[in-house]
């Protein structure tokens, strides 16, 4: 079986330059710990490593909340990169299938993957959104865009387009209600549910904590 040794390590350097500058919670080190948390979970449940591999590196690289809203820009960079570096078709679909699913649209947006590889890689950054990572995250993405820690009088919203999703502006403390607290029921394997079980509890703890401090206890 032919290998990609090479191909994923020429990958991981153009990732890493694409996303050198990023600030927002965004960086390279989320790919790097997608990356690895996705192979364990590969590994756990047979999926194929090199189209995991691969997903898991490419799956930021346009992001839409940093390209006004436009979500074909990820796919597209990742499959002119995959072209251009003589990959196989249908390691291309695959690849390109997965980061065009991938992102988390609002609590009543639908995101289903349909294979293995992308239900793989869909846990890996979802798990990478929750628990000590996913709080630091939300705080970093939060003042990177100028938004209150919290503010008592703004309750969150469960959205039901990506639209909505999209253009809301709240508070950091929202978004736990909003994206965060929800993930763990949104885990595709069986290896991921159990991961997303302990960084679940995690963030229960981490905002008991806090509107206890909040409320000056
Ligand atoms: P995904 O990888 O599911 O697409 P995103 O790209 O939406 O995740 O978000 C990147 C990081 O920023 C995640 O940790 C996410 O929880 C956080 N984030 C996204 N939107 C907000 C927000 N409105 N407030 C706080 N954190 C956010
Ligand atoms: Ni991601």
Redesign the pocket.
């Known amino acids: 079986m032919e290998t990609y040794t090479s191909l994923i390590e020429d990958t991981r350097d153009f990732v890493k330059k694409e996303l050198e500058n990023d600030a927002s919670?965004?960086d390279w080190w989320h790919i790097f710990r997608v990356c690895n948390t996705a192979k364990t979970i590969a590994q756990s449940e047979s999926a194929d490593l090199t189209v995991v591999e691969l997903a898991a590196l490419l799956h930021?690289i346009g992001?839409w909340?940093f390209h006004n809203g436009d979500e074909s820009v990820g796919p597209a960079k990742a499959s002119k990169w995959l072209v251009e570096n003589d990959v196989p078709d249908a390691i291309i679909c695959a690849v390109c299938d997965i980061i065009k699913t991938?992102?988390?649209k609002g609590a009543n947006v639908a995101t289903p993957m349909s294979t293995l590889e992308g239900k793989v890689v869909q846990d890996a950054?979802?798990l990478d959104?929750i628990g000590a990572m996913?709080i630091a995250?939300?705080f970093a993405?939060?003042g990177h865009h100028n938004?209150l820690i919290y503010h008592p009088d703004q309750p969150p919203e469960l959205h039901d387009s990506f639209e909505k999703y999209k253009s809301?502006k709240?508070h950091?403390i929202n978004?736990f209600y909003e994206?965060?607290l929800l993930l763990k029921d949104r885990m595709n394997t069986t290896t991921g549910k159990a991961m997303a079980e302990e960084r679940h509890q995690f963030m229960e703890q981490y905002l008991n904590q806090f509107f206890k401090e909040w409320d000056g206890h």
């Open positions: 919670g965004h930021d992001d909340k991938l992102s988390f950054d979802r959104a996913g995250r939300a993405y939060g938004r809301n709240g950091s978004h994206k965060l």
